[in-house]
DNA sequence: GTCTGTGTCCAAAGCGCTTTGGCTATTGTG
DNA sequence: CACAATAGCCAAAGCGCTTTGGACACAGAC
């Protein structure tokens, strides 16, 4: 069914249906019921190819999700995060198109992108400290919003980020504050800005209290279960052991968990764990006493807001760079406690 | 840069322009090198929408992944399924369009998806035993693709599953050769084909053996850590609690093994345990000695596989349903033991 | 009675591509 | 040498929609 049949069908030209549909003022009010009515009956919707070539806009959205090129991964925050961009879309009418990309191709797939015309906007992922790509984007004039920074980028540009810094340096605040003083940083992959800034929060709360970041106690990977355990265990081992650990994924928290059982030790009693906790559905850490002590931020919620400010951007081009940070909560669990004696 | 631009900078027609870009055999060599080089040169990529309204094609391919009404939550296994299939559509030139959608608007989104014409093919996830999709996409003419099977379905389709109640049937075997005779189920949504396949082996195991299926043995939720968790610490503490726990999922394998840690068990001693590993990324069993032993079926490759159905089934669309069945490896790991006397 | 407005509708162009159906040289064949 | 075949190119139609620029009828105003 298409319009050339549907306004067959009705004894009216196409360009009066298609007025009808979309609202156009220069239509009988009654007419226009009448080919409402019709359209719902024979479930008549417009070919999206030949309105976006029309019109010049696809009511599509591009995301982009670097695959880890170490483990094969997409990072597990992704569904959390697509999740609630897609509802978004769905919402205001807008498809989501995925790319899954290692990082080596990244500029390529951003420019073919942008020739072959399939999306009205695009979402930055796991943006690295000197990235590229803004000024790629910036160049071809296609609406992007960056889900975090790039640190070393100094042209304006949307973006959302929550503050990383910030929590991570409340995190070791609170663990100082109950007397740790060797702590573990089990951190990102540190390319990636949201964990330089981590690890930035970290260490000013160290130093000043005057104690020096040691990096035999400080790690950077790909977050997963895995890496947690074997950095802990490892840890664990030195001679002289960390009594605290803060993690920046609640994934590869349960690793340093397991370590620390393996160990025969006690969470929140020998050892204290604070994570990042990216809230992720299958990992919710919300019962009457959190599994563990987090810096909690919803990435779902990030990935609605940040659809919202793209569909913002796309509706009207002019209203500027968007900017927004979202603090995370530091909820107390049962994995921390005093330093041990 | 469009194709008129680019052939007025040729001093050629946009028919030859596209025919030599296309490979067709109406151009000569010379001249459809020259073309390729001006191409490339000048960042021409054919627009999207507008080849795809001349040919009827839209190297687009949909994947509709359900979100939980529960949890609101997306199955942590579609980042590594999705990153499987993306692989594989990159690959061939296809996009994938994504759409989240809550289990109650299903059949529209479908209808939608046809009617607008965004893609050529569909990969179904996650069917229920009877599931309505089946029908209605066969009636729709669309290629699809599902991704597990439904068992009330009659008519033909084609699918790629992996072999549920085998696995789930040997898993048991080898915790009752292990003199286990209390076996907890912890099962996926058994509206989902693959819990109920899953639970079906499962009960035939033990019928084989003379036992009856305990149903305070068995539970079936969306698989969260959480649920992980509670259902064992709940069965723990029953008067006659399990000696050994089948699980659906390793996330919520991870949570009874929290459970068994926090009543003071040892895993792989006092209680043992068996899980449904779908080799995701970001937790990889696969250590010397694997933590879990479990029922191993990688999710990513499952998914290039579907894409790769699905793109013959578009190539070549009287090839036939496509059906493939894959078999779980059971990997023998640290988490099972004898049974206790 | 003419003129201007206004409310309703429509024909046709155009979005950027592919593809059908020529057209013109050039080559091969008897 | 005439004719057919072929190689190489192009004009134009068409994919399904939106949108520009009227057309027409009827109303009210002078």
Redesign the pocket.
Request: aromatic content about 4%.
């Given at each position: 069914?298409?319009?050339?049949?549907?306004?067959r069908h009705l004894?009216?030209?196409?360009?009066?249906?298609?007025?009808?549909?979309?609202g156009?003022?220069?239509?009988?009010?009654?007419?226009?019921a009448r080919v409402q009515a019709a359209a719902r009956a024979m479930n008549?919707?417009?070919?999206a190819?030949?309105?976006?070539?029309?019109?010049?806009r696809t009511q599509a959205i591009a995301h982009v999700i670097p695959v880890s090129r170490r483990h094969q991964m997409v990072n597990p925050i992704f569904g959390d995060f697509i999740a609630g961009a897609g509802e978004t879309y769905a919402r205001a009418g807008y498809d989501m198109v995925l790319s899954i990309v290692d990082d080596v191709r990244q500029d390529r797939v951003y420019r073919d992108i942008h020739a072959r015309?399939t999306v009205d906007g695009i979402i930055v992922s796991a943006p690295a400290m000197r990235d590229p790509r803004i000024a790629l984007l910036n160049g071809l004039g296609l609406p992007f919003v960056v889900h975090g920074r790039a640190t070393e980028e100094t042209a304006p540009y949307s973006w959302l980020d929550t503050n990383n810094s910030r929590s991570f340096r409340r995190a070791t605040d609170f663990l100082l504050d109950l007397g740790h003083r060797r702590i573990a940083l089990i951190n990102g992959l540190e390319d990636m800005d949201f964990a330089w800034r981590r690890r930035r929060g970290f260490e000013a709360a160290l130093i000043a209290r005057g104690l020096a970041p040691d990096p035999r106690l400080m790690r950077a990977e790909d977050m997963t279960e895995v890496y947690g355990f074997r950095s802990a265990r490892d840890m664990l081992r030195q001679a002289e052991p960390p009594t605290a650990f803060l993690v920046s994924s609640v994934i590869s928290a349960i690793g340093v968990r397991r370590a620390i059982h393996d160990a025969g030790l006690d969470m929140g009693r020998d050892v204290s764990v604070i994570t990042h906790d990216d809230d992720l559905g299958a990992f919710k850490n919300d019962q009457d006493v959190p599994i563990f002590t987090a810096t909690r931020s919803s990435v779902r919620s990030a990935g609605e807001r940040v659809a919202e400010m793209l569909l913002q951007l796309i509706r009207d081009p002019g209203c500027g760079p968007l900017t927004e940070m979202m603090e995370a909560e530091l909820i107390i669990g049962a994995s921390t406690g005093p330093a041990p004696q």
């Open positions: 069914m298409n319009l050339k049949e549907l306004s004894n009216l030209s196409p360009t009066t249906v298609s007025r009808a549909l979309n156009y003022p220069e239509v009988s009010e009654t007419t226009r008549y919707r417009p070919n190819r030949a309105r976006g070539l029309a019109t010049g015309g």
